[in-house]
């Protein structure tokens, strides 16, 4: 009973996700997806970090091992998207640590396609109890560990990310996967923020802006 509750909020959660993409990015952000490589105006992106406790309440890292990662994400949000980079709430820290217990499957999450199959299980409805506000903010998860991967995004479909210790430590990564929820692809440019691996740079295209700053995400409040 519990296995096929879990599937049908994860299939109400998909569906309500890609209507709210399709109305932001053809309706409210419409000017953004035909002329968003202007940058212009300032946009703002809101996001919390989680950081999990293992079942012995230990914390994967602390909230300043994220620093590095934030300050990289501002810097290329502003750089590149004219999108600031802010917290949940004004005045609230970007990191915390999640009191809630993890369950395993959470904590120890997967990566690529195995991601989606897991949306519809346990680790998809305790990531999605979560979550910070509706639609609008991208909560990101350091979970202990990501199957053959340092981070993990569905994409538009959830409202959140996942990073591993090593994702979350690295300077680039996290600002990969808020760009992947925002609808950015891997593309094949070494210096793209797209690029797959931790030697990524931080370039991206005039047509990658219209595609982050018409996403769902990306607001003018
Ligand atoms: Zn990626």
Redesign the pocket.
């Known amino acids: 009973m519990e296995k096929i509750r879990n599937g049908i909020k994860a299939s109400i959660r998909i569906i309500t996700r890609v209507i709210a993409e399709t109305v932001h990015r053809l309706v409210i952000n419409i000017f953004d997806t035909l002329f968003g490589f202007l940058n212009w105006p300032e946009k703002k992106l809101r996001v919390r970090i989680y950081i999990l406790q293992d079942p012995q309440a230990n914390q994967v890292l602390s909230p300043v091992d994220l620093d590095t990662a934030i300050e990289y994400a501002k810097r290329s949000f502003k750089k590149n998207f004219n999108t600031r980079l802010l917290p949940h709430k004004n005045n609230q820290p970007f990191t915390e640590v999640l009191q809630k217990k993890a369950p395993y499957e959470a904590l120890y999450t997967k990566g690529g396609i195995s991601a989606l199959v897991e949306e519809f299980k346990v680790a998809g409805s305790f990531f999605a109890s979560n979550l910070t506000g509706l639609f609008y903010p991208v909560t990101a998860f350091v979970v202990l560990d990501i199957d053959h991967a340092s981070?993990c995004s569905l994409g538009p479909l959830t409202d959140y990310v996942t990073l591993d210790p090593g994702g979350a430590k690295n300077p680039s990564t996290l600002a990969?996967e808020i760009a992947?929820a925002c609808g950015l692809w891997?593309i094949r440019s070494k210096s793209n923020l797209l690029w797959?691996t931790f030697s990524r740079g931080d370039e991206v295209t005039w047509w990658q802006k219209n595609i982050f700053r018409s996403s769902r995400h990306v607001t003018y409040w």
């Open positions: 981070g990969h992947h891997h797959r």
